[in-house]
């Protein structure tokens, strides 16, 4: 993707929203591209939950595809002050952990609902971590409330046919997946 319309599409964004930056790197990883915003007031781009940030990230994708006139959304992800990458640590740090109850009762779990970015982010996750190479993962459900299920490379297929997953649920633990925004 052409780095130089990422930077001034971004930039003329936050210019016009009145939202400081120091400035824009463009990245490109595996099939994503990356916009690394540096900025001295972060807050003010990521806003709640990164409702702010989503929002930039949206218009940018939109505003670039027709300009490169693309039949479909670029993947495009903006980060400020290594947020998205600490979300990103965040959802595999809770796959290794369902992992880890996936081995021991031998069962299938469903992480919690999240989006499209971050099923994807644990997809990759367990299959290119060699500790994990005894699990796979599919996706679950419909819309909001799509879920990644982990289970073990062996379970028959027929074994859990119809079963429905749910979430597991510790009254007192925040997994940590409720404030995923991306």
């Known amino acids: 993707m052409d780095a130089k319309l990422i930077e001034e599409t971004v930039g003329t964004l936050l210019t016009e929203l009145g939202l400081p930056f120091d400035g824009i790197s463009v990245e490109e990883r595996e099939d994503m591209t990356h916009a690394e915003i540096a900025s001295s007031l972060p807050s003010r ?35 400020v002050d290594g947020y998205r990458a600490s979300q990103e640590e965040k959802v595999k740090k809770i796959a290794s952990a369902k992992a880890d ?13 999240m989006s499209p970015y971050f099923r994807r982010i644990v997809h990759l996750h367990v299959a290119n971590t060699p500790e994990l190479s005894d699990l796979t993962t599919e996706s679950s459900g419909d819309g909001d409330y799509r879920q990644v299920v982990l289970k073990l490379k062996n379970e028959s297929k027929n074994n859990n ?14 997994d940590g997946l409720a404030n995923l925004d991306i």
């Open 45 to 79: 781009i990521i806003g709640w939950h990164g409702e702010t940030l989503n929002s930039i990230q949206h218009l940018a994708k939109s505003i670039i595809r027709q300009k490169e006139k693309l039949d479909r959304s670029p993947f495009l992800v903006l980060d």
């Open 101 to 113: 109850f996936v081995r021991r009762t031998g069962s299938r779990v469903a992480l919690a609902p």
């Open 161 to 174: 046919d119809g079963e429905e997953l749910a979430p597991v649920i510790v009254e007192s633990e925040d």
